[in-house]
């Protein structure tokens, strides 16, 4: 599992010099590998392969390139791949042509090898750079990917992905959060909201003049009910999705993992529109999800063709078929039978290992 993080450096003066360096250098050994890219391209139609490049440049550092040992050997090599592989991209017909970096224009960055990235409190070691100190916590204790410095015109970045090692704790405890247009309270306001809403139609085909409806006061008054026990029911069903969704990301898991919803093709089911139109989904997923951001959590919205139901979370085999009415799941291959939801909870809960 790869998180993206982004940390700002807090870089003395004498170590934002040396950062500037790096970037000089990144940027120098890009566009130099693109010329020769280019000359080659032009007298023999070939593509020079980064392996020879990086030789030749290695040759260049003893002689008229020593400045280039002042930065980390790292920077170098990197630039020659990126470049490399913007080369390919338009060799492939993936990519419009490399363009050369310009001081002015281009985005002043470089990498730093992710072996050699070490991180204590505060502070992460830089190549030839040294400790600089970090707005926040570099995650420790893992492994990182495709780490990068970067300057946005103000202030100095680390970019990088960080693996977590340690395996994350399942915690699918199979507690299931209650159906809230199920509880009597619910059920006893919709019921009102029906009878009101009959009444209110009766009333106007009973004072229709001609072709013309014509709203009595007493219709007045009971449409003023109807809008408050909509605002009602609203007001129940917002609270409750807060407190669930509260609830859930409160328990601080490190993942979160929602099953896609293909709410569009359920509406289209009309036995289960209207459940579906209550259960308010689309605000359920908004809010577990700034939530997640609130408290540090991971989202993950499932991939639409995860069978998280239709797998059996004992044996991993798929069923074909898997109608709505079955609330059990039972397997053929294994003999395994359990709770419909909580089947597709677990299978959810080991999606990460899945992608
Ligand atoms: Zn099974």
Redesign the pocket.
Known sequence: MFLAKKIRLRPSEEQEKQLWKSVGTARFIYNWTLNKQEENYKNSGKFISDGILRKEITQLKKSELSWLNDVSNNVAKQAVKDACNAYKRFFKGLADKPKFKRRKTSKPSFYNDNEKLKVKKNSVLIEKVGWVRTAEQVPMDCHYTNPRISFNGKYWYLSVGVEQVQQPIELTDGTIIKNINKTAKVRKLEKRLQRLQRSVSRKYEQNKEGNRFVKTSNIVKQEKQIRLLHRKLMNIRMNHLHQATSKIVKTKPSTIVMEHLNVKGMLRNKHLSKAIAQQKLYEFKRQIQYKCEKYGVQFIEADKWFPSSKM?S????VKKQLSLSERTYK?E????EIDRDFNASINLSRYKSVI
């Open positions: 059996c004992g044996c991993g085999c397997c291959e294994c003999s395994l």
